[in-house]
């Protein structure tokens, strides 16, 4: 059988004895109503049993059923199922499939509410849902929204979905066309539609939506276009549009105002989204939001990441170019900032930081603190103080990581490495991470059990040659050639169990060829469950890191896994099988490796995953 | 570069700044053509991409007056990057957001005329329509640039 390589580092220091005095306050595991908020009754509450003392969970996290697209809306993607555990995961088959007839990308997971399961697929974007009560999970209906397909042609990124939402009877997503849907769970209907892009100059939405109290949260993609980023809120019951914020410009266009309280004094400073670049270069900034979001209820704020600063060209933009490659912390009923901290100023590497940031309190430099654990593309996990937005540390989870030494914590800013800066007419070589990151989009997992972080890693390198440019509304506006390549040490993709508090890799699991490009779904059965770019779905042991099962599906695995109990009671998985997405695409049959500068500089990178994974596109349902 | 390499500049950067203009807010469905300017490139052509029904009828089509020209194909290959095609179809015509033009699979059509309607006219999934700003002898530019693609013509080729 094969399997990846196992490197174990030694069991971490900061998580003492299992305290199995903790008092488990069990949510019941009834199967939910299909109204109210998201998964209350379907939720645990308090602590999950096994959790040490010094971890908190801030919001309750999923059991029975998947409502939203990480399941809580910290991000941890854990389920506190157990049913299926690390005795009798071995024992794991394929219970049900089901093909989505669309060989493209399946990001994302899929939704599982009451007895149904939703699954959004790629471009065109159908939502399909599946009857969980019946054998072989048979369609109930689909619901096909008439898009646009010019917008296939300013899709970065494969013409992939990463996801729905459902709240209040509606399971709610965005189309590739810059249009957000909401569809009656029940029936299938349309409710509402809302467009809230423009394709025509790029703009595409492929993001999960996060529904926060009464609203829909949600952001565009396009930075490759030179669009202009944002993130908005729509009403839950209407679709009407009740605040935008841009991520660049003026303060009063990102709407930053009294309560704007950023940790670094050199943040406190008027308009700097527009005053820290040249000229009106903001207006085709990027800083766009594709990425995932998360809200802690507590404090009342939603946090992201931004992307790059639209052209790769860093010397047609000088200045730190706010707030691109930024976390930032809003208000959701207003969209006004609380606070910003930028991870790259003045990117030059194409480092987005639209990734997952992890919400949870724990122990860290003597006493509780309420933690924004951000594994990012710079191959930099960032550990934020989420109240203040002060960086509290920033250590490489990529050794190779070679862009910056580290980062200055009294400034909250990298330390780069001048020789690996990029600029017009040079060509910078062995740049690490890639533009494509320590870690891409695809989102890792939290277990408070084991106060481990789940990241599913790349090592890739890269040359970068930043070159003259042109914006011409529509087409790309990218202004360097860019060749990908494995990095040194004999693997391409590993998942790491990274222990947060002591910033440390605790095991981790290697791939020789190929990066890791799905999500990461962690349970209170101590397993771990991901899967590999060339279709292996595995389930690891979540405090050693011992493979207890795999099985090879049809087609790599780029989507979330999922976990719920069926109609029956009993724990079940799911993910989709279907490769794609960026790095994924060189897998299609219309993409030439011979060109090593294709796909936006992957091509190089990813040669031999033609021969490894073909495209595929079939959701798999495994149970014991 | 050129002289009918910054001619074309000119004439497009008037463009973009129409095409900046209206961007703002999302509300306007911009195009790449500036409004006041004919297009110059023919109207949508008379070039079949599928078979001609009925036997002993033969398509016929315009061949490409630079055919072979190693000038043009380096000219092409410039315009191929001042234009962003390297954007969607990779830096050496390997793919990406668009299909590859290196290899044999052709869509729309692998013949010269076939590709040079593919770029003035645009096509569904999101190809844009070049020919509202492009002059023809700069698509017949870039259409020779990428049928020299993996023969030792190929200007500047991936290493």
Redesign the interface.
Known sequence: MRQGLRVKRGLPASIGPIALCCIALLASCERASEQGGPGEASWHEGSVPGTPPQIRLITPVPGAEWRLPAGDYANTRFSTLDQINVDNVRNLRVVTTFSTGIPRGHEGGPLIVGDTMYVVTPFPNHLIALDLAREGAPMKWQYSPRLDRHAVGVACCDVVNRGAAYADGKVIYNTLDAHTVAVDAHTGEEVWRTRVGDINIGETTTMAPLVVKDKVIVGNSGAEFGVRGWILALDLETGEEIWRAYNTGPDEDVLIGPDFRPFYEKDRRRDLGASTWAGEQWRLGGSTVWGWISYDPELDLIYYGTGNPGVWNPDVRPGDNKWSASLIARDPDTGMVRWAWQATPHDAWDYDEVMESILVDMEYGGRMRKLLIHPGRTGFVYVLDRETGELLSAEKFIPQTNWAQGYDLTSGRPVVNPRKRTSQGRIVTNICPSSTGGKEWNPSAFSPRTGLVYIPAHNTCMDYEATEVNYIAGTPYVGANVRMYQGPGGYHGELIAWDPVAARPVWSIREPHLPLYSGVLATAGDVVFYGTMDGWFRAVHARTGETLWQFRTASGIVGNPVTYLGPDGRQYVAVYSGVGGLMCSVAFPEISTDDPYAVLGVAGAMAGIKKLTRPGNVLYVFGL | MSSVFSMT?AA?AA??VL??G???G???????APAATAPVSEPPSRVAVGPIPGLGREGTEPSNPLEGDRQAARQGRMLY????C???????????????L??E?WVYGGSDAQIFDSIAVGR?????AWGTILPRQEIWKIVTYIRSM?TPQEPDP?R
């Open positions: 500049m497009l463009a973009t095409v900046v209206c961007e703002q999302g509300a306007e469905r911009g195009t790449v990057e001042a234009f962003n390297s954007g969607c179809h990779g830096g050496r015509g390997g793919g990406g957001m668009g299909p590859s290196r290899d699979l569904t999934n999101g190809m844009p993996r991936p």
